[in-house]
């Protein structure tokens, strides 16, 4: 009975399940059931190979108290604060600046695009010759010798830099489409009505109509920005004074370093369910703004 | 009745194999030596091959530090090791509390004209204390290969015109820190760069300086196989002070990394250059393609304070404790058999700078003679300091990447020396 319905609602069922089929095998391998392991080592006392004996909520219990967690976290939002918006702003000045050039347009945007492309390894690579402390360009344009990922104050503002610096071309691009996207009438509308000063276009056309790829660009920034680990260990290790630990360094030093599986795997229970609220909460927000 | 049955159909491949003639034993290596140690490694491992028929050693390098201990540990949990794999002898005391390690007999050693007593009792001694603090008494839980510490390298051309080599163009002794401080002032007036080490994202220079003066100080960090940091508040604040002096005057630079250390020593902009005896190669090489612009010497590291006794870890070959699929005996038998290869033509390994640690090759003929190790090797393996005896110790361990975190910051001026020994301390507490 319930296969006619189905049938009759669904005649491609059988074409549908062929197709579904590989993406939800790889996606319960490799997504889902991970998940649930972790989520299972989190109750355990596991090493690194995830060998261990259950211990309940222990390890949820020492988290709470776990003063290098929370610092760990605060450096998270630290870092969140120093990308998240900034790096949205510059890719909304930098593809605005674009979109007025009449000549090199192609050039200048790939110019922009290229860093994105390179791995991180590169990238970080770059950042440790420009800023080097003694040989950097940085420095000796300056003529100083800043210790750039090593001093407590310029340590995490430095790797936040060298973030925008490799991920703005990804929102250029993002918001270069966002301001085709805008129809021309709407802008000569706006002249006819005696609207044609800069910021006074951008403030009531562009910036409205564009508000949709906004919303993503700080929805994606905020998602890949809590996630923040490669740059931190490449370039500064946490360190120094565990300023620039991060949630997953943190959970990345407990895992290989101590040998700690279970608890690393806590760390990341917990940093899943943050990941989970803040997007929910975002999501939310931005989509109400999106609608006023 | 299966096993019969399985064993009656090995017995039958082992027979077709053997006629065949493809009747080696294969032998799985994992290593991770990298450079020149690594094409040093390939020679010795090819060099086993060659010299008989029986086994053959199938080696893979992989990346040194935590994610070769990483892979071995969960290859030993899935029962897929390799058979015989290097290992440094500061991570016994984790390799053994994660079951990573399989015990080796003085009897199986025998087996093989091997001994427990023909190795370097510096070595030995530490490990028998690792291995009765953590495993079993009496057994070692990897044969030691060598032992490599840190040297000075000079510019000895820049010595002379400090005054500070001999009548006979040696490199006169220098004792004490008074006299050292006062020579890298001197070398300072000829506008090079006095002491030059990797201090930039390079935990281990910094650990290897700096427990190297603490150790010279009497300070030490495990007191009856506990944990005890007491004299880091006294002998290592003395350390990370006196780096931290140095670097304000000069004498040392302020962050820069393994690449420029060396960059800076061999271009002859740094009088001394503090770094392991595996760069011996680098600069004999150099030396020998007319690319170095200066005569270079090479000292153990000097006594500066009460004690000589300079930083040291030790290579050791060791075999993985696979319980799952443990090895056989004919494997064992390889394993053995090319251990002992490798002790008995470690002259070959000790061209890397490293220093044998079986003692009928450190003390024989060849590695006198093998210029310029033999600067330097007598004394060094007698100062030999091996890494503190706790999991929190050695490569790839807590301690490490604490002393990046904390010690660095302090000596390169970025935070105070109170608060550099405290948050290390706190970091190596956390580890426990």
Redesign the interface.
């Known amino acids: 009975m319930a296969t006619r319905i189905m049938k009759k609602r669904y005649p491609h069922w059988k074409t549908a399940l062929l197709l579904l089929t590989p993406f939800t095998l790889v996606y319960v391998l490799f997504l889902i059931y991970p998940t649930a392991r972790v989520l299972y080592l989190s109750f355990t006392d596991s ?5 261990g004996t259950f211990i309940g909520g222990d390890n949820y219990v020492k988290l709470i108290t776990d003063k ?1 967690f929370w610092g760990s976290l605060g450096n998270t939002v630290y870092f969140i604060l120093l990308t998240v918006v900034p790096n949205t702003a510059a890719g909304l000045l930098i593809a605005l600046l674009l979109d007025k050039m009449k000549r090199f347009r192609s050039f200048a945007q790939v110019l922009f695009f290229l860093p994105y492309i390179l791995p991180v390894s590169v990238v970080t690579q770059i950042w ?1 010759w420009v800023l ?4 950097g360009i940085y420095n000796f344009l300056l003529g100083n ?1 800043i ?1 750039w ?4 104050a310029t340590a995490m503002p430095a790797v936040a830099l060298v973030t925008i610096w490799w991920t703005v071309g990804f929102n250029i691009l993002l918001f270069i489409a966002g301001l085709k996207a805008i129809p021309k009438e709407m802008y000569e509308a706006a002249a006819l009505d005696g609207v044609d000063k800069g910021f006074r276009v951008f403030r009531h056309i562009t910036w409205p109509l564009l508000w949709p790829v906004t919303s993503l660009v700080l929805l994606l920034q905020l998602i890949a920005q809590w996630q923040i680990f490669n740059q931190v260990y490449l370039l ?7 300023k620039t630990i991060v949630v997953l360094q943190y959970m990345y ?1 407990q895992a ?4 700690h599986g279970g608890y690393a795997s806590t760390i990341s229970m917990a940093l899943f369910v943050i990941i989970l609220i803040t997007s929910l909460i975002q999501l939310r927000f931005l989509s109400l703004r999106g609608n006023s | 009745m299966r096993s019969l049955l399985k064993g009656t159909i090995m017995a039958i491949m082992l027979s077709v194999v053997a006629v065949l003639g493809w009747s080696q034993t294969e032998i799985v290596l994992w290593d991770f030596l990298g450079g020149g140690d690594g094409v040093r490694w390939k020679t010795i491992v090819d060099g086993f091959n060659e010299s008989q028929s029986t086994y053959k050693v199938n080696g893979t390098t992989l990346a040194w530090g935590d994610p070769f201990y990483a892979k071995v540990h969960v290859g030993v949990v899935a029962g897929e090791t390799p058979d015989v794999m290097t290992y440094h002898m500061s991570h016994f005391p984790v390799g053994i509390k994660g079951n990573d390690l399989r015990p080796i007999t003085d009897a199986e050693l025998k087996t093989v004209g091997l001994s427990i007593a023909d190795f370097n009792p510096a070595l030995t001694k530490v490990s028998l204390d690792i291995s009765k603090t953590f495993g079993k008494a009496g057994v070692l839980y990897g044969v030691p290969l060598d032992t490599h510490t840190s040297i000075l390298y000079i510019n000895k051309d820049l010595f002379k015109k400090a005054g500070l080599l001999a009548a006979d163009g040696s490199i006169a002794p220098i004792v004490g820190i008074d006299q050292f401080t006062a020579a890298l002032k001197k070398l300072k007036t000829l506008g090079v760069m006095p002491f030059t080490y990797s201090s930039s994202a390079d935990s281990a220079t910094v650990w290897r300086l700096f427990y190297t003066l603490y150790s010279q100080m009497g300070g030490g960090f495990v007191t009856n196989g506990k944990i005890s940091l007491g004299q880091l508040d006294t002998l290592g604040k003395k350390v990370v002070q006196l780096l931290a002096d140095w670097t304000t005057q000069g004498l040392i630079p302020n962050n820069i990394a393994y690449p420029d250390s060396i960059a800076l020593f061999s271009a002859g902009k740094a009088a001394i250059m503090f770094n392991g005896n595996w760069e011996v190669p680098t600069f004999v090489d150099l030396k020998a393609n007319g690319k170095l612009p200066f005569e270079y010497g090479l000292m153990a590291f000097p006594k500066l304070f009460a004690n000589q006794s300079t930083w040291a870890d030790s290579h050791s070959i060791a075999i993985p404790n696979n319980t799952k699929n443990p090895i056989s005996a004919a494997k064992l038998k390889g394993v053995l058999t090319f251990i002992a290869y490798v002790e008995k033509n470690a002259d070959k390994w000790a061209a890397g700078g490293h220093l044998p640690a079986y003692l009928p090759v450190l003390n024989g003929p060849v590695l006198k003679t093998l210029s310029p190790v033999n600067q330097y090797a007598a004394q060094a393996a007698k100062d030999v300091f091996l890494e503190p005896v706790n999991p929190a110790f050695g490569v790839a361990d807590p301690a490490y990447s604490a002393v990046d975190n904390f010690l660095t910051p302090a000596i390169t001026g970025a935070a105070s020396v109170a608060d550099g020994i405290s948050g290390f301390k706190d970091a190596i507490q956390n580890a426990q």
């Open positions: 090493d690194i190979a995830g060998i290098l440790l080097n402390t003694n040989y010798h210790n990922f090593k001093s407590v500064t290790n946490g360190g120094p004074f565990n030093v290989f370093q101590n040998g």
